[in-house]
Nanobody, 113 residues
Framework: QVQLVESGGGLVQPGGSLTLSCRAS????????MAWYRQALGKQRELVAK???????IYVDRVKGRFTISRDNAKKMVYLQMNSLQAEDTAVYYC???????WGQGTQVTVSS
């Protein structure tokens, strides 16, 4: 079981930036593709970005060019740099080790003026 702890959320104005962090507690972090999901109020959880073990990245269209996912295997961390934030990005953000049912508690991102 992989334990995950997200952090870095907060309140930001439209057009602003935030960087989310996710710490994993596993000795086999580097074998997992990692992903960020988000869930807005009243909506289903959706994939935002994924980074594979070889470093290749996948983004949903809505965040392409604005968000960047990265990982540090030595630190067992995955990050989500979010720029040009929009109100529609408001959600609770979760990281996930792909292929597992492990989820953190999430971190709230609110984009509002």
């Amino acid at each position: 079981q992989v334990q995950l702890v997200e952090s870095g959320g907060g309140l930001v104005q439209p057009g602003g930036s935030l960087t989310l962090s996710c710490r994993a507690s596993t000795n086999t972090f580097n074998i997992y593709a990692m992903a960020w999901y988000r869930q807005a109020l009243g909506k289903q959880r959706e994939l935002v970005a994924k980074i594979n073990t070889d470093g290749t990245r996948i983004y949903v269209d809505r965040v392409k060019g604005r968000f960047t996912i990265s990982r540090d295997n030595a630190k067992k961390m995955v990050y989500l740099q979010m720029n040009s934030l929009q109100a529609e990005d408001t959600a609770v953000y979760y990281c996930n080790a792909q292929g597992t049912h492990s989820w953190g508690q999430g971190t709230q991102v609110t984009v509002s003026s």
